[in-house]
């Protein structure tokens, strides 16, 4: 099938905010197709399989995810720890509380 671009971006928005997978415009148009085929009477009943070509993390700056950005920005102005250094768990359980 075919899938025009807006649809594309649509979908991978929609698959962004709905299933938390951040994936770029071709995945859209691909899960797009993968969800057009899936809807036909012949696919009842049928396991549908799709391979998302790539991953959105490469369009982080692009205007398609601006809405996100400024939403994010303001739930988490900045990174909570950015040191790779840092130990993976920085709260201590063994601590006494105060």
Do not use: F
């Not at 971006?9 to 299933?19: D, F």
């Not at 057009?36 to 009842?44: F, G, Q, Y």
């Amino acid at each position: 099938g075919h899938v025009s671009t807006p649809e594309a971006v649509e979908m991978s928005l929609k698959v962004t905010r709905e299933e938390g997978i951040m994936v770029g415009p071709s995945a859209g148009a691909a899960i797009k197709v993968a969800c057009d085929v899936a809807c036909r009477d012949e696919a009842k009943g049928k396991t549908i399989v799709v391979v998302v070509p790539s991953h959105g993390i490469r369009y982080v700056q692009h205007p398609l995810w601006a809405p996100m950005r400024t939403e994010a920005t303001k739930a988490l102005p900045e990174t909570p720890c950015a040191d790779k250094d840092a130990p993976v768990v920085l709260w201590n359980s063994s601590a006494p509380s105060a």
